[in-house]
């Protein structure tokens, strides 16, 4: 008897499996049951991994592995850290000085576990949800001097467009950054969640990827692996995207049928 290949499905978090404040049950059902038959499942975020799990573990989500930072970290089921790519101490030195030109922009650090504000800027209410997620201070992650990614949240959608230009022009091929719904992420040059998931892709040639997301900062890893999106999606991902899913769930019963 021929044996099925297993099937893998990466799925953005905020605004893909977490959509307007909540995971729905039935999502987490499907995901169970994609497992039980011998398929993986992954969440591909811009999030640190500790800024995930806060979330994550609560609700017992179940996983085969995470890559977070938009790419820039890589841990399996137990949270050992399988790759990782970090920003060039120079690099991000020279960004963080950037930064400190405008102190109304509310940024952080990740060292790929943890995460930290550094400057809270002028976005009031957003940057005290922020600082109740970050579990250690920015200053002393800078002080180890291990930095995977960086956050910044400019304030508005306008100013974050406006910003990225500058830092895209400033930075271009030293830094990657990642634009989604008015904030922006940096990694490493090149790094993106394609480029997470192609190093987790390597140790996983017999089996089918899929990813689902609905952000710009998606896009990458939609383009790369002929992806999907939910129906809440930025117009670019629908565009991008060869299938369109009311879930997480609903993209997982199709994927279950094939």
């Keep these: 008897m021929r044996r099925l290949r297993m099937k893998i499905l990466a799925s953005d978090f905020d605004g893909t499996l977490k959509r307007q404040g909540r995971i729905e049950p039935q999502d987490l059902n499907a995901i169970q049951r994609f497992r039980h038959h011998g398929h993986q499942f992954g969440i591909v975020t811009g999030r640190s991994i500790a800024m995930l799990m806060c979330e994550a573990g609560p609700l017992q989500i179940p996983f085969d592995f995470v890559i977070g930072n938009n790419g820039g970290i890589v841990v399996d089921q137990q949270l050992r850290v399988l790759h990782r790519f970090d920003l060039a101490r120079q690099d991000w030195e020279a960004l963080i000085r950037f930064l400190r030109q405008w102190p109304e922009i509310l940024f952080g650090v990740s060292d790929g576990d943890r995460f930290g504000i550094v400057q809270t800027g002028t976005v009031g209410s957003q940057a005290s949800s922020m600082m109740n997620k970050a579990v250690t201070d920015g200053e002393a992650l800078l002080r180890a001097g291990r930095i995977n990614s960086l956050f910044l949240n400019p304030g508005s959608p306008l100013a974050a ?98």
């Design 161 to 258: 467009q406006a910003l990225l230009q500058e830092l895209e022009m400033e930075f271009d091929g030293k830094i990657a950054f990642h634009y989604n719904q008015g904030m922006i992420d940096a990694s490493a040059w090149g790094v993106s969640k394609q480029t997470g998931l192609k190093a987790l892709w390597g140790e996983r040639q017999e089996a089918d990827l899929s990813v689902i997301g609905d952000g710009v900062n998606d896009l990458p890893m939609i383009e790369a692996f002929h992806g999907f999106a939910v129906c809440n999606a930025d117009p670019r991902v629908h565009q991008a995207a060869c299938k369109v899913f009311d879930s997480v769930g609903a993209c997982i019963d199709w994927l279950l049928d094939q």
